[in-house]
């Protein structure tokens, strides 16, 4: 009887290859998604069966190199190097086989267990390209296993070819990565100096690895050397060799490098693929060229997020009131009726109108919204639009120091700003992480939305809450500009790639879109109810008037609001919508016109807008950024808040 | 011929003569005349001239450059460098140079006024003595139009030009991304007012932006249409 045996197995590849396509067919809704110890980047990892073996997969960040630009790299290199998975599937897009061969390059460098996954062959063969499967698999010395990962074609072969890797079956002679002559002879001098030196390092990571890192200048690599005590003699030489072969090139040593891997992969696809029909202008590239278009883009860009928004207001408010029926009316009083048999009435209260309207505020506002935004948002992304928005953006989000990336997490914001704070990973650097996330909970989410256009748009009128958002994007950029010059650190331009379009699978888009919302229920939801908890404890207890009294002098005196306007905004901070439902509450029975002047209700709306990330948003900031910028953004947008509804108040004809 | 003529055939002998250096190629006067196609009486004019300044020395009948000839030829690409790309295309850009004045201590000049600091000035030098070809030929990736393709030449690690910022790392991560010397890429689609371009390299098309981009001083490739 064969034993049940574990494997460990990891994706690596670069960006838009469609690895998570495979990661989704591998492992359908078995994964987890959570972060990497430490780190803000995405950890995705799922479980399977096959053959009597309990497959455990890790879905690597999609990278383009194993240096150390970004903290994916990292990441997944010290997985690979440290924690050493049974095997590696390098996913691969066949229709740009020379850049993916040359990631594929530096995990032979570092002497992985590899297997090929020749991925999008469906998509190579339309633009014309043939591969020679075999020939590549004799070349590279490594199995290659051509798939179609949106159709899940080629996936059981794939994992045949894992098994008999893992079992021996599979002859592997990985091609070693050989370099020009003159650099070969000062890599030898240098990995045998490591092996001397630093033998500790060579059990981590393979010798001549360290060896070309450090020929590389890389820094990671250079401090992991340094820590041991003879370490800087090694150094030293590769620093020597560096400029040595600095000199007969003429390039950076990085750049050589980069250079000598790209030779190697050309060769290897001149041998392996062939392009046997010109590409013709098929009707992706015709949708690319008007999409992207330097003028006509920006139209359908803009109508594009109309319609997306349009979509997600009109479809949330169908599903918020069937949901709403469905709680308050039926389950909420259901289970108060029946709790009030065993529990005193104070608890009761606490109980239901903290906890469970927690839950019910969650599922009946949040996911109604947040559901179809994320699906539109996933076939967004899986069609490849959200690269060219970004490309069209790119000059505008240069006057706040971003570039064109942050328009996407911004976008996002508009929608609701968890997403967007997490969303704004997809910048490089930890400085433009945070520049765009500060930027970002500054947007009007779908909640806010809901106040003013209830409450302004509806008593004022629609300019007056199109004025609030030219003044919120007004705000933005002269914020994003202040954050800007005072962050240290360079700002960094923009290099992106722009996959093609392509028709989405319907399984990733609902496989992403569960488990965002999973995501966003394990962030928001535990905030939201202990908020709920709070807030109702303290009116329970009779806490609720005293606090608006300790608010008055602000809310009436500075920003003239009538004195009911304390505690909703208050609530305001667990979901922004509750501002308006509360203030509708508190002033009745007069009707809002009747409560509140034109300027009361601009400033109100204003002060809802900007005052606060709402918790939930908190939260996301907190995991994103750490509680120190979390608690400074949060108390600058409060002193903001009440600092432009004062100004608002005084300037505006009352 | 006229005085500038001259100058500029001095300095043209000067940068063929490098650049067959730094291939490893004898100079000859014939050779030279090919690849300028200028007729050699004109070039032996310059060769006089060059060699009574002692900008270049006769070594075994091929021509090599000499110290002074090599600092000229450093000097002649810095300054084209600074005239064509280190100020905006614009009309502002124009009043800034014109306020800059002569330079005399280019080092000094990129410190202060281009926002230089030492390590990128070493490289920004390194690169220039290394580089292939004449400065004339090249151009920012920037200049090229939608459809027109280019080989990487120089890639400007310098810390600022044309007033954009960026990180030292973008030269590597370029190269990462396919973009090293020698490659070819094309222009597949520009935006408006400085924003970013799009090029196709090795079989993908990137995205860059425009500071980026404008680093990137590639030798346009002439048109299959124009050739003909």
């Known amino acids: 009887m064969k034993a049940k045996q574990h494997l460990a197995i990891a994706l690596a590849g670069n960006a838009n290859v469609g690895k998570s396509a495979i ?90 267990p590899i297997i090929i996954d020749l991925n999008q062959v469906d998509f190579a063969a339309k633009k014309g390209i043939r591969i020679d499967t075999g020939k590549l698999s004799t070349t590279l010395g490594i199995p290659v296993i051509p798939t179609v990962a949106t159709t899940g074609t080629g996936v059981e072969e794939l994992l045949l070819g894992v098994i008999c890797v893992v079992e021996g079956k599979a002859q592997l002679k990985p091609l070693k990565v050989k370099y020009g002559k003159e650099i070969e002879s000062r890599l030898e001098k240098i990995e045998s100096l490591v092996q001397e030196k630093v033998p500790h ?19 990671d690599v250079i401090g992991k050397v340094q820590r041991y005590k003879e370490g800087n003699e090694v150094v030293s030489l590769a620093e020597a060799s560096a400029i040595e072969i600095e000199k007969i090139h003429g390039e950076n040593s990085p750049v050589i490098m980069a250079s000598e891997r790209y030779r190697i992969a050309n060769s290897i696809i001149k041998d392996a693929a062939s392009i046997i029909a010109p590409p013709q202008l098929t009707l992706e590239e015709k949708l690319d060229e008007i999409t992207a278009h330097k003028i006509f883009g920006y139209p359908i860009l803009v109508a594009i997020m109309v319609a997306m928004f349009a979509l997600i207001f009109v479809g949330g408010d169908f599903l918020t009131r069937g949901l709403e029926v469905i709680f308050d009316d039926i389950l909420i009083p259901t289970i108060a009726n029946v709790l009030l048999t065993v529990l005193p009435s104070t608890i009761v209260d606490i109980v239901c109108g903290g906890i469970i309207s927690g839950i019910s505020a969650g599922v009946t506002i949040a996911l109604p919204y947040i559901v179809p935004f994320y699906i539109l948002l996933a076939i967004l992304e899986d069609s490849g639009y959200l690269p060219r928005a970004a490309f069209l953006m790119d000059n505008l989000m240069h006057k706040i120091g971003l570039h064109g990336k942050a328009f996407i997490p911004l ?62 994007l007004i705000l933005i950029l002269v914020l994003g500009r202040l954050a800007y010059r005072a962050l240290p650190g360079e700002p960094v331009g923009l290099i992106m790639e722009m996959p093609p379009y392509k028709k989405p699978s319907p399984k990733n888009l609902l496989l992403k879109t569960w488990s965002r919302t999973k995501d966003f229920v394990y962030i928001a939801f535990p905030l939201i109810i202990a908020g709920s908890v709070v807030l109702e404890s303290l009116s329970v207890a009779g806490l609720m008037q005293p606090l608006a009294d300790l608010m008055n002098p602000v809310i009436t005196g500075w920003l003239g609001l009538p004195p009911e306007s304390g505690i909703p905004l208050t609530f305001g901070i667990l979901r922004k919508e509750l501002t308006l ?42 995991r994103e950024y750490g509680w120190k910028r979390a608690l400074a953004v949060t108390v600058l947008d409060i002193l903001l808040a009440l600092l432009l509804g004062g100004i608002a108040f005084r300037l505006l004809p009352s | 011929m006229s005085r500038k003529e001259v100058y500029e055939l001095v300095s043209c002998l000067l940068e063929i003569i490098s650049m067959r250096e730094v291939e490893g190629k004898p100079s000859q006067i014939t050779d030279i005349a090919e690849e300028l196609k200028r007729p050699v009486e004109r070039l032996k004019m310059a060769v006089e001239i060059a060699l009574k300044e002692g900008l270049i020395k006769r070594v075994k009948g091929t021509l090599k450059l000499t110290e002074k000839g090599r600092a000229e030829v450093q000097r002649h690409r810095e300054s084209y460098l600074h005239r064509k790309y280190a100020h905006y295309p614009t009309f502002l850009g124009g009043i800034a140079r014109f306020f800059e004045g002569k330079v005399n201590n280019w080092r000094e000049h990129w410190r202060h006024r281009h926002g230089f600091n030492n390590n990128s000035l070493n490289q920004f030098y390194r690169d220039l003595q290394d580089f292939k070809g004449r400065i004339e030929d090249t151009l920012p990736l920037t200049d090229l139009r939608e459809g027109e393709r280019g080989i990487v030449t120089l890639m400007m690690t310098a810390h600022r030009f044309q007033g954009h910022h960026h990180l030292p790392g973008f030269v590597r991560r370029l190269a990462e991304m396919g973009l090293t010397p020698n490659t070819e890429v094309k222009v597949l689609r520009r935006s408006l007012f400085h924003g970013p371009i799009e090029v196709e390299v090795r079989g993908v098309s990137l995205a860059l932006g425009y500071g980026l981009a404008s680093k990137v001083l590639v030798k346009p490739v002439a048109r299959e249409t124009n050739e003909s």
């Open chain 1, 201 to 219: 390092l060579c059990e981590i990571y393979p010798s001549r690895w360290t060896a070309v890192k450090l020929l590389e200048r890389d820094p």
């Open chain 1, 411 to 472: 976008m996002l914001g508009y929608g609701c700003n968890v997403p967007a704070c997490i969303g704004c990973r997809i910048m490089e650097t930890e400085r433009e992480r945070f520049l765009a996330g500060f930027v970002t909970v500054l947007i009007p989410c779908a909640a806010v939305t809901v106040v003013i256009l209830g409450l302004v748009g509806r008593y004022v009128g629609l300019h007056a809450a199109l004025a609030l958002y030219v003044f919120d």
């Open chain 1, 581 to 622: 439902i509360l203030l509708s509450e508190l002033v009745s029975p007069k009707t809002l016109p009747q409560a509140l002047t034109a300027t009361q209700m601009i400033v109100f709306s204003l002060v809802t807008m900007i005052y606060i990330p709402c918790i939930a948003t908190v939260a996301a900031m907190i």
């Open chain 1, 23 to 112: 990661f989704n067919q591998l492992t359908g809704l078995n994964q987890i998604v959570g972060n990497w110890p430490g780190k803000t980047v995405e950890r995705a990892e799922g479980k399977l069966f096959f053959h009597g073996y309990t497959i455990h997969v890790i879905d690597l960040p999609g990278i383009y190199s194993l240096s150390t630009y970004s903290m994916e790299e990292i990441v997944s290199r010290d997985y690979i190097a440290v924690e050493r998975p049974d095997v590696i599937i390098n996913v691969v897009d066949s229709s740009a086989l020379e850049r993916n061969l040359y990631f594929t390059l530096q995990l032979l460098e570092l002497e992985a």
